[in-house]
């Protein structure tokens, strides 16, 4: 099936418009071919077109037979400009703000999780500032120069690695969507990690301190109901402050002689069901009734003057702000939502939980995530293989 359209290449003064067809299927804005009328120019457009390089068909007001110029940010499309040393090169350094926007549009609707989106576009933004900086288009040695950079100025290897992530993203996105030779984007995506050295545990708090934290909150006050609910939901369910913020009551449900929170969409769409301890089921009741929440999101922003707003969730950054708050009054700098995910999984592992019914819990998709968060340690005076009864 062919796709038709006619091109305007108002840039170029003299030029006339063409109809251009795609023979692939589906309109490809930066595989246009071309059908000249002599046979000659249609030989040498198919012969420069084999370059697969983005290009723009224009007539010469001299010429009867068009020919082809390189895609720059003035054209038409103001999609992608070409270095003149690397005809695959992304983002020169003056790079058109429709180029730019073009291409986080494309890296970041190209993962699903909102983190992840934006750990991207960080490292989107700040490889885009080397690159206007010091003049260079995308290439390994760019990248490298990146990577170089962020360890000198002491980031950490993780953050690293995920911003290396991001800028291998865009790459491999931009080879596939044909922006980039992709000879040319597997040398810049083989540019490794920085090796991981140690492991970033987090803090967590014991069975006392957690007491004193659940202790914080004002159980007299509407907001202080809610908080202390919030704060027993995570430190007793494990739950991500992203999943606590999209809770609905229709998720509180009685399964096999108990409460559960069912259905609960985590991590990359990941769906699983979390036991809903006593304590916070009767947290969670005590919130609701003071509320008037029968319906829709569990927790739910406030009136300066103590009032429900119908309807309106409450956000993950509110949740981020009852934690870190309540956290400090009992002198913890420091403590967030997910260190309160891991005292849980703390403390179910201490009272003799299992590894994998702690993994269920928290959701996690590999059992040595779960590992990290428990913190395990080989025990070699109490072994495992002692009592094995032979």
């Not at 010429?63 to 038409?76: A, D, G």
């Not at 040393?85 to 350094?93: A, E, I, Q």
């Not at 939980?353 to 995530?369: A, N, V």
Request: proline share 6%.
């Amino acid at each position: 099936m062919r796709f038709s359209a006619s091109l305007e290449s108002d840039s170029f003064p003299g030029s006339h418009p063409l109809r251009v067809r795609s023979y692939s299927g589906r309109w490809n804005l930066f595989r246009p071919l071309a059908r000249p009328e002599p046979t000659e120019s249609r030989r040498a457009c198919a012969s420069k077109f084999a370059l697969a390089s983005p290009v723009v068909l224009r007539r010469d007001a001299t010429h009867s037979s068009p020919s082809i110029q390189p895609l720059h940010q003035e054209t038409l499309y103001g999609r992608l400009s070409l270095s003149a040393l690397n005809p695959f090169s992304l983002l020169p350094p003056t790079a058109h703000p429709a180029s730019v926007a073009m291409l986080r549009t494309m890296l970041t609707n190209s993962v699903p999780s909102g983190h992840t989106r934006r750990a991207y576009a960080k490292a989107f933004d700040d490889f885009l500032a080397l690159a206007v900086r010091t003049g260079q288009p995308v290439s390994r040695q760019l990248l490298q120069q990146y990577r170089a950079e962020m360890v000198d100025a002491g980031l950490g290897g993780s953050t690293i690695n995920v911003r290396l992530s991001g800028v291998r993203k865009l790459v491999k996105e931009a080879g596939e969507s044909g922006l980039v030779d992709l000879s040319a984007a597997g040398r810049i995506v083989s540019v490794p990690n920085v090796p991981a050295q140690g492991v970033r545990l987090g803090q967590w708090l014991t069975v006392d301190q957690t007491r004193e934290l659940l202790a914080v909150p004002d159980p007299s006050r509407l907001n202080g109901k809610r908080d202390y609910a919030i704060l027993a939901c995570l430190t007793q369910s494990a739950l991500r402050r992203e999943e606590l913020a999209h809770l609905e009551m229709s998720h509180i449900q009685w399964r096999e002689g108990r409460w559960v929170l069912s259905d609960i969409r985590g991590k990359r769409g990941r769906v699983r069901t979390v036991a809903l301890p006593d304590g916070a089921k009767a947290a969670i009741d005590e919130w609701t009734r003071a509320a008037g929440v029968t319906s829709g999101p569990v927790f739910r922003r406030l009136t300066r003057s103590g009032g429900v707003l119908p309807g309106k969730g409450l956000g993950v950054w509110a949740i981020w702000d009852v934690v870190v708050t309540s956290a400090k009054a009992i002198g913890i700098e420091g403590f967030g939502p997910h260190d309160a995910r891991r005292t849980c999984a703390r403390l179910c592992r201490k009272q003799g939980g299992k590894l994998e019914q702690i993994q269920f819990l928290l959701g996690h998709e590999s059992i040595e995530t779960t590992a990290l968060y428990t913190a395990c340690e080989q025990e070699i005076a109490t072994a495992v293989n002692d009592g094995l009864g032979f």
